[in-house]
């Protein structure tokens, strides 16, 4: 496994302690999105498609820090829009270090080179470069050539001066097994601590909407790479850092209902609802958004616009509570990996889920006349 034996260790005693204060919901990770403005413009993303004023806001150290300190989750991924565009993101990272979390950096690598002497290696802080694949596949994603060869540079740059590296792939529809098990082991070649995956979640404003896998291609395409990963005799290991039960879940083996508020997000809207990929409103604070969100009204089998939805946002944190709840699990799973045949667990039943509501433009159109009233104020 890719996930550092500390981390492993600190977040167990965290959700023993919760078990034991009688919490029902808790976060395990907090999804920070301080700026939603990007230097890609990837087709199946749905977080840059705002008008300027708002692309242009930006969460500061102080809303950061109070973020962690509301919700005190022990991990902090910090994602967007690009991170490294935001002028105070070495000291919001220097930040959550002090307060003992583990922060998870996403990056399209793009600025890595140029930023990375702003930031020191430190054992609980991990560089999570986007690699969505080969060359080939990676730039497609991204839409732009060369981006993977820069991304690989840079990544190499970070393993050189001593930074614990990841790669965050994110895989789509078209998704070739036998291809991204050689994309595995060409940057398990490359010295990455830990190989991060998921299947891509259909944003409502993504430019590519062709591309998205349903659940029955996610757990598909995820067996097919597992079970070579079994195969590969004479390589080195995958260093795969989701919980073994989520690759379990992906491959068709868990009938799991998706955890929510196990990973808030805080955005430069607010505290998000529900989650980290569906915005159906804010809350200003944490507090706010635990109590006030109706969180039985999302999910698989809920909510049409989670039916397809397999990703780690909404899943890692049910594979984590399971794990701590059933740990012999984890151990049958340590000795074989996967299953990657047979019959898969059953699916959860989408009959009654209530229709999408279609959202996006109100919250643009709140947004922007917030701005406006700025700008009448000033």
Known sequence: MGLPLAQQLKIGAYILKQHVLGRKRYPLVLMLEPLFRCNLACSGCGKIDYPAPILNRRLSYEDAMLAIDECGAPVVAIAGGEPLLHK???????????????????????????????????????????????????????????????????????????????????????????????????????????????????????????????????????????????ERKGKRRWQIGNSPLF????????????????????????????????????????KELMETTDWDSYGVGNYEKCADCMVHSGFEATAAIDAFRKPWKMLGLAIRGPRTEGEMAPEIDLSKQRKAEYVFSRHVETAMEEEKQKANAA
Request: include cysteine; charged fraction near 30%.
């Open 247 to 286: 690759m379990d879940f992906l491959a068709g083996n868990q009938s799991y209902g998706c955890t929510p508020w196990g990973n808030p997000t805080r955005t430069v809207f607010g505290w998000q609802r529900p989650c980290y990929l569906v915005g159906e409103g804010y809350a200003k604070t944490y």
């Open 88 to 230: 105070d993101m070495p000291r919001i990272v220097e930040g959550f270090l002090q307060k003992g979390k583990f922060v998870i950096l996403c990056t399209n690598a793009l600025l890595l080179e140029k930023k990375i002497d702003d930031y020191k290696p430190h054992p609980a802080f991990t560089w999570d470069i986007h690699l969505d694949g080969d060359r080939e596949m990676h730039d497609k994603a991204v839409s732009k050539d060369g981006v993977y060869d820069r991304a690989v540079a840079a990544l190499k740059v970070a393993r050189d001066k001593g930074f614990r590296t990841a790669i965050n792939c994110t895989l789509f529809d078209g998704a070739d097994p036998e291809r991204v098990a050689k994309f595995f082991d060409d940057v398990t070649a490359m010295g990455v601590d830990a190989i991060m995956t998921s299947p891509g979640y259909a944003y409502e404003r993504a430019p590519d909407q062709q591309h998205f896998l349903n659940r029955r291609k996610t757990k598909e395409l995820f067996r097919g790479i597992l079970h070579r990963g079994k």
